[in-house]
């Protein structure tokens, strides 16, 4: 519950309960309302299915139209409160040290990037889960609920981006490996299972042509943001950033890589004791899901550096694992942990398209004026002033 008021509080301005963001009412909340909560899930959108936010969307077409706002806000706010306590007990086989687990659980709350537009949203549920699915399909439960969770995660969250292919190599190593006992890892190939169920899913409907999206491939700009922004992201944060790429930004950008190459350093020359293959698999699973999607749309939205800026800190944090127990082998830790925390503070409410509202409230009322029995009212949604505009289309009778 604290780590999804955390969410709702990084919220500025209008807030998140009295506030809609683009999709969540533009397309689940308005699909969920005219077609029924089952219809829509089964309903792709942009070609690919979106699993979490439908079922989300879902459960807020339930509630009065009053409580809509307030409803799909905190149902983004908790889910990604879960993925924190999810990858907190997940990172227990591979981070010992406690601050170290911390780290890269709670950043999941904190991510200094991409705030226009993935706070307390259902739509953009998926950038956080592709961190936690990384956690997932290297985590081994040790209980029959333990293992039933990590399958349903990997299942949804799958099912909600077909980003998640890129875990593919992960999966496939992990389910034909030698396992630690006689026989295969049976969870590895079951995680597999259900990866595989998800992207068969999304490829369906790619193949039933209802993907509208234009693939503009820019190796260029993929590899570029993810050099500037992806990386430096998580050690500098989008208020010190700006918006635009400046001589400020460079200059910032150059700081955060002396910063990663400082650690690199410090794990060579063994003066911490640090976990190699964890470092080395979460920096190439986040390069991965940054350049892919910019590679492949030509757009660097903020959105994509989500999750490969948590796999960048799970990286750091990886290689800074303590030398020993000695309080100077933690000296490197626990100065990330600063660094990480002035960053997470000085970025905790950044000013986003979003705190101009509309009022999710006042619209309605709006709307009741003009309701007529059998029409469908047309409710603007957050972000104001955007062609076409964002609305919200629900039936005049879940208005009375």
């Known amino acids: 519950m604290a780590g999804a008021a955390l969410q709702l509080l ?15 009412g533009t397309v689940f909340l308005s699909d969920a309302l005219r077609q029924g909560p089952l219809t829509a899930f089964a309903t792709s959108y942009a070609g690919y299915y979106h699993a979490v936010p439908r079922l989300l969307g879902g459960i807020a077409a339930l509630v009065p139209a009053d409580a809509a706002a307030a409803v799909l806000a905190v ?55 592709l961190y936690a699915l990384f956690w997932v399909l290297i985590w081994t439960p040790r209980t ?17 981006d077909i980003l998640s292919v890129v875990f593919a190599p992960l999966v496939l190593w992990r389910a034909f490996r030698p396992a630690d006992g006689p026989g295969r890892d049976r969870h590895g190939i079951v995680l597999a299972g259900a990866l595989a169920l ?10 039933a042509g209802s993907s509208g999206r234009q693939l503009s491939p820019d190796p260029v700009r993929a590899l570029a943001g993810y050099l500037l922004r992806a990386v430096p992201a998580p050690l500098v944060g989008e208020r010190w950033l700006g918006g ?41 699973h986040g390069a991965a899901l940054y350049v892919l ?38 000296v490197p830790l626990c100065a990330l942990a600063v660094v990480l925390a002035v960053v997470a503070a000085v970025n905790f409410r950044v000013d986003n398209p979003r705190a101009d509202g509309p009022s999710w409230r006042e619209e309605l009322t709006r709307a009741r004026t003009t309701c007529a029995p059998g029409a469908t009212a047309v409710v603007p949604v957050a972000p104001r002033n ?13 208005l009375t």
């Open 244 to 284: 635009e790429i400046d001589a400020r930004w460079l200059v910032l950008a150059a700081v955060a890589w002396l910063a990663v190459g400082a650690v690199v350093w410090l794990a060579s020359a063994r003066l911490t004791g640090p976990a190699w293959p964890l470092a080395i698999a979460a920096a190439l």
């Open 10 to 24: 990084r919220q500025p301005g209008a807030g998140a309960l009295d506030t809609v963001w683009a999709e969540d």
């Open 75 to 129: 149902e983004a706010a908790l889910a990604v409160a879960l993925l924190a306590v999810l990858v907190y007990v997940a990172s227990a086989a591979h981070l010992a040290a406690p601050l170290s687990r911390v780290l890269v659980s709670a950043a999941i709350l904190v991510v200094p990037v991409g705030q226009g537009e993935v706070l307390n949203s259902i739509a953009n549920f998926h950038w956080y889960g």
């Open 198 to 207: 998800g992207v068969a899913v999304h490829l369906a409907g790619l193949l």
């Open 386 to 398: 955007e062609a076409p505009p964002w609305l919200a289309r629900i039936p005049c009778g879940h």
């Open 293 to 330: 999607p910019v590679f492949l749309s030509g757009t660097a939205a903020p959105r994509y550096a989500v999750a490969p800026a948590l796999l960048v800190v799970t990286a750091l944090v990886a290689l800074l694992q303590p030398a020993g127990a000695a309080r100077a082998g933690k």
């Open 144 to 160: 029959r609920s333990g293992r039933a969770v990590a399958v349903v995660v990997t299942l949804l969250v799958v099912a909600s």
